[in-house]
């Protein structure tokens, strides 16, 4: 009898802003004090297909860069990220996924850096991509974030919130394929704060909407779901200081096409935000 064994990584990480979004970063480490930190980030994926409107279209010049958030208004800070990743010329784009394909041209994601940050902290940072007026890396701050952002915030030391685990692994085992349609995998994962607050929970996956190719060919998918809500539409806890907050991450298989037996897998990212 033909089965298939499916294994789906929930890779963790830390975020704020709109979980309608086509640009994922977050920090992995941070150092340091809140007023004097060293952040390592990675710029996860950039959708190069998204046609959200490049906000500084038929300017003069305008620069797109990695930088980090330093104010309430999420503002960049002075300084762009230590391997200087910047690309002049994206008012000639008309969108964000044309911006993005532009910049992964010259950078290839997912990539990887660090970023320091020095004065008063005002809010909860985090590193990912903006745009200004002026060529290279000058003058970036008070610059604008992308739309369709993810930005992942501080972890702590220097953060308020995380993930206690850095992975969730959920695995279906073997499955015949007759029963693959509707199987599901469930394991809990937790998040913990330093301060009572409440937060949203998303998972976002490789087919959108909360889905995850499991094959290259796309014949085989996986949604998931947070406490029975779908990680795209995401679920909003009351966390209580200090204290391990639990969460029912699931996994349910179904069938996009002829799925041929063998072993199977695919990732996915659990993004904390800010509600």
Same mark, same amino acid.
């Given at each position: 009898m033909q089965a298939i064994k499916a294994i789906l990584f929930a890779v963790t990480l830390l975020t704020t802003y709109s979980a309608n979004s086509a640009i994922y970063s977050y920090i992995t480490r941070s150092e340091g004090t809140p007023e004097n930190a060293k952040y390592w980030w990675t710029i996860e994926y950039w959708d190069t297909v998204d046609a959200t409107p490049n906000p500084c279209y038929g300017w003069g010049q305008c620069t797109v860069f990695i930088g980090h958030r330093h104010s309430d208004a999420g503002e960049a800070g002075p300084g762009v990220s230590d391997g200087g990743e910047y690309l002049d010329g994206i008012q000639n784009l008309r969108t964000v996924g044309d911006v993005g394909a532009a910049f992964q041209r010259k950078y290839s994601l997912p990539r990887s =850096?660090?970023?320091? *940050?020095?004065?008063? @902290?005002?809010?909860?940072?985090?590193?990912?991509?903006?745009?200004?007026?002026?060529? =290279?890396?000058?003058?970036?701050?008070?610059?604008?974030?992308?739309?369709?952002?993810?930005?992942? $915030?501080?972890?702590?030391?220097?953060?308020?919130?995380?993930?206690?685990?850095?992975?969730?692994?959920?695995? *279906? =085992?073997?499955?015949?394929? !007759? +029963? $693959?349609?509707? *199987?599901? @995998? !469930?394991?809990?994962?937790?998040? !913990?704060?330093?301060?009572?607050? +409440?937060?949203?929970?998303? &998972? @976002?996956?490789? @087919?959108?909407?909360?889905?995850?190719?499991? !094959?290259? +060919? =796309?014949? &085989?998918?996986?949604?998931?779901? $947070?406490?029975?809500?779908s990680g795209s539409t995401g679920v909003r806890i009351h966390a209580l200081a200090s204290t391990k907050m639990p969460l029912e991450f699931v996994s349910t298989l179904t069938k996009v096409g002829a799925v041929e037996a063998g072993d199977f897998f695919g990732s996915a990212t659990a993004i904390l935000t800010m509600p």
């Open positions: =850096g660090t970023q320091n *940050h020095v004065g008063p @902290a005002v809010t909860q940072e985090c590193v990912g991509m903006y745009y200004k007026t002026t060529a =290279g890396t000058s003058s970036a701050g008070g610059s604008t974030m992308m739309p369709s952002s993810l930005c992942g $915030i501080v972890p702590p030391p220097v953060g308020k919130c995380e993930f206690t685990e850095t992975s969730v692994e959920l695995t *279906h =085992g073997q499955v015949q394929l !007759r +029963d $693959i349609e509707g *199987h599901q @995998a !469930r394991q809990t994962g937790y998040v !913990r704060c330093t301060q009572e607050m +409440d937060v949203m929970v998303y &998972l @976002a996956g490789s @087919a959108g909407n909360g889905m995850v190719n499991l !094959r290259s +060919d =796309g014949s &085989l998918q996986t949604r998931l779901t $947070i406490d029975g809500v």
